[in-house]
């Protein structure tokens, strides 16, 4: 099984510290953010990587390099100048994922979500993630019953940001820019998409005052 982090988006919120480095390099315990993530999917067995590039993309790969370091094989997909979405961005690395099931994350999630679990989930479609909702999302985004994933229902959780996807999610769609959100819909009015609840550390750190929350001293940063 590969992985994708998602590294791609222009970071609006946490501006002007996004100005100058890409969201996914913000230090946070004296390494960037995604470089935990590949240091976690590494210890998981991963051992192929792909990272998409947007918003100075070019500066990911000074940081990171081609994954050496780590024991893995890092993979760049360019989606400069203007990113393509969670979904288009995925699109366009298929050929780089595989012909199975492969896992996505966030690039700007702050988590210890054990991805070696995800490497035994049976994927026919999609299977996501959940979480308790945070105090900015307290409505939830979609529902689980019984380890499927609805788009409504009672007690509904927030997406975690980490997902297994099998390709064939991905059929009939065309190159370009376009969300996850109305693919995975529609698998979920099949009850195709199945799911799991994760209550250990998870943090959303897409504003400057979520990253305060994980004990970064934005102040120092700009």
Known sequence: MRAMILAAGRGERLRPLTDKMPKPLVPVNGKPLIAHHVEALA???????????????????????????????????????????????????????????????????????????????KCDYAHL??????????????????????????????????????????????????SMVPILLHEMNGHLVTGETYRGCWSDIGSTERLEEIGVDVNALL
Not at 63 to 85: F, K
Request: hydrophobic content about 40%; glycine content about 14%.
């Open 129 to 178: 993630v959940m979480v308790p909702n945070p105090r900015h999302n307290p409505e939830g985004d979609f529902a689980l019953h019984n380890a499927i994933v609805r788009e409504s229902g009672p007690e509904k959780l927030t997406f975690g940001g980490i997902a297994v996807y099998h390709p064939r999610i991905f059929a009939g769609c065309e190159p370009g820019r376009f």
């Open 43 to 121: 210890a998981a067995g991963f051992q192929h990587i792909v990272i998409n590039q947007g918003h100075l993309g070019n500066m990911l790969p000074d940081a990171l390099g081609n994954g050496e370091r780590w024991g893995v094989t890092i993979h760049w997909s360019d989606e400069q100048p203007r990113a393509l979405e969670t979904g288009g961005g995925i699109h366009q690395a298929l050929p780089m994922l595989g012909q199975g099931p492969f896992l996505v994350v966030n690039g700007d999630i702050w988590t210890d979500y054990p991805f070696a679990r995800l490497r035994a989930v």
